[in-house]
């Protein structure tokens, strides 16, 4: 199985900081990763796919960067409906499809 | 717009089968990956398995021998049957639509426990 791992598991910041998150997979898997936002009580949501491509309705302060085994998830000025929790979603090759530990972004 | 809704009993005793399923409106039940996903309390999310309407279904390898993933296309709904389930079963449960999940259900937490 691919295994992913995220660092840091938790970074706290400020309204309008830039907050850059790494995901990294234990094999190649080009630009099959995906970013999910998870707010407490709510299902996660979709940011971004194949790396790079912004989900529909995502603002842009959002981005995606990396393939093959190191990935970035860039907030480039923090909202206050940002504070969530991050994780990156390998959806390469064969199952299992496997999420990273998480990323929480919290108020510093 | 896709809307999952999901349904199912919220309380086990271990040993029982959990029992699922996910309701899907709004767009095309043909062609899309449909997929189960978990959460125990305050940890990260697992990957149970996925099906498609004409193919066969895939699990994860630390639930395949307990797990059943199936489809009714003529109903558009998915359902999971998870067996002989333990309190480390505990979890809320989501259905989600695709390999990138961009459609997800609400969730629905199941509890085991004596």
């Known amino acids: 199985d691919i295994q992913m791992t995220q660092s840091p598991s938790s970074v706290s910041a400020s309204i309008g900081d830039r907050v850059t998150i790494t995901c990294r997979a234990s094999?190649?898997?080009?630009?099959?990763l995906g970013w999910y936002q998870q707010r407490p009580g709510e299902a996660p949501k979709l940011l971004i796919h194949?790396?790079?491509a912004l989900n529909t309705g995502v603002p842009s302060r959002f981005s995606g960067g990396g393939s093959g085994t190191h990935f970035t998830l860039t907030i480039s000025s923090l909202h206050p409906e940002d504070f969530a929790t991050y994780y990156c979603h390998q959806a390469s090759g064969f199952p299992p499809f496997t999420f990273g530990p998480g990323t929480k972004v919290d108020v510093k | 717009q896709v809307q999952l809704q999901q349904w199912g009993a919220g309380l086990l005793k271990p040993s029982e089968t959990l029992s699922l399923t996910c309701g899907v409106s709004g767009g095309s039940f043909i062609g899309y990956y449909w997929t189960w996903i978990r959460q125990p309390p305050g940890k990260g999310l697992e990957w149970i398995g996925e099906v498609v309407h004409s193919g066969s279904p895939n699990y994860s390898p630390s639930l395949r021998s307990r797990v059943t993933i199936s489809v009714d296309t003529s109903s558009y709904q998915f359902s999971l049957k998870l067996k002989s389930v333990s309190a480390a079963d505990t979890a809320v449960y989501y259905c989600?639509?695709?390999?990138?999940?961009?459609?997800w259900g609400p969730g629905s937490l199941v509890t085991v426990s004596s």
């Open positions: 194949y790396a790079s």
């Open positions: 094999e190649d898997i080009s630009d099959w």
């Open positions: 989600a639509r695709g390999r990138y999940f961009e459609y």
